[in-house]
Nanobody, 126 residues
Framework: QVQLVESGGGLVQAGDSLRLACVSSGPSNIRFRLGWFRQAPGKEREFVAAISRSGTTTYSADSVRGRFTISRDYAKSTGYLQMNILKPEDTAIYYC???????????????????WGQGTQVTVSS
């Protein structure tokens, strides 16, 4: 019942910033944990960041902590991933995902996310 659409990817240079957006649609009473994952060429999909249903708790992978910030705006039905000080190793397709799981340890588990966007490409040149 939830649909997600990402946007904001692009080609940037190392040190630049990008803000990804994830617009959700569906019943207004559905609340979900929002996550961002990425997949680089030849690599497995990995967890990037997640935000709680309330929007007050966030989680980030070690590789992006301090550089990426996840947030959400319920009024706009939109989640965001602010990416600063981008590095070439950040190059990947970034996916927005939504999870209705109540498990407290599900924030980093991709199989817990039922809904996924189509992905947006982020390319960081050196």
């Amino acid at each position: 019942q939830v649909q997600l659409v990402e946007s904001g990817g692009g080609l940037v240079q190392a040190g630049d910033s990008l803000r990804l957006a994830c617009v959700s649609s569906g019943p207004s009473n559905i609340r979900f944990r929002l996550g961002w994952f990425r997949q680089a060429p030849g690599k497995e999909r990995e967890f990037v960041a997640a935000i709680s249903r309330s929007g007050t708790t966030t989680y980030s992978a070690d590789s992006v902590r301090g550089r990426f910030t996840i947030s959400r705006d319920y009024a706009k039905s939109t989640g965001y991933l602010q990416m600063n000080i981008l590095k070439p190793e950040d190059t990947a397709i970034y996916y927005c995902a939504a999870s209705t799981s109540l498990a407290t340890d599900s924030w980093m588990q991709d199989f817990r996310y039922e809904y996924w966007g189509q992905g947006t490409q982020v390319t960081v040149s050196s």
